[in-house]
Nanobody
Framework: VQLQASGGGLVQAGGSLRLSCAAS????????MGWLRQAPGKEREFVAG????????YYADSMKGRFTISRDNAKNTVYLQMNVLKPEDTAVYYC???????????????WGQGTQVTVSS
């Protein structure tokens, strides 16, 4: 499955952004989905995941209460609403599809190209 992420940009601390990730195939609904990010000089880290139906979600501790992941299987799209952004949230954000929606990077088999999020202080 091919994934296309969008919605990144430059925002001030405390602001919000909504990322979107569109999938190319109707098989989208058969994949668990996740958002992961990578900051310069750091390893890729898990942000949030959502089950195939959208009924279950999982968040990294530092994102709980600020980020919300959701999906629309009719539109083959997964979203990440990010609120109260902090400078440490600056990273390239990737959407990914796989067999599970937990924090292990190895769960995700297909990756989008990434979208840059920059949070200024």
């Amino acid at each position: 499955v091919q994934l296309q992420a969008s919605g990144g940009g430059l925002v001030q601390a405390g602001g919000s952004l909504r990322l979107s990730c569109a999938a190319s195939e109707r098989t989208f609904k058969t994949y668990a989905m996740g958002w992961l990010r990578q900051a310069p000089g750091k390893e890729r880290e898990f942000v949030a995941g959502v089950s195939r139906t959208g009924g279950s979600t999982y968040y990294a501790d530092s994102m709980k209460g600020r980020f919300t992941i959701s999906r629309d299987n009719a539109k083959n799209t997964v979203y990440l609403q990010m609120n109260v952004l902090k400078p440490e949230d600056t990273a390239v954000y990737y959407c990914a599809a796989g067999s599970g929606f937990g924090p292990r990077v190895s769960l995700y088999d297909y990756w989008g190209q990434g979208t840059q999020v920059t949070v200024s202080s």
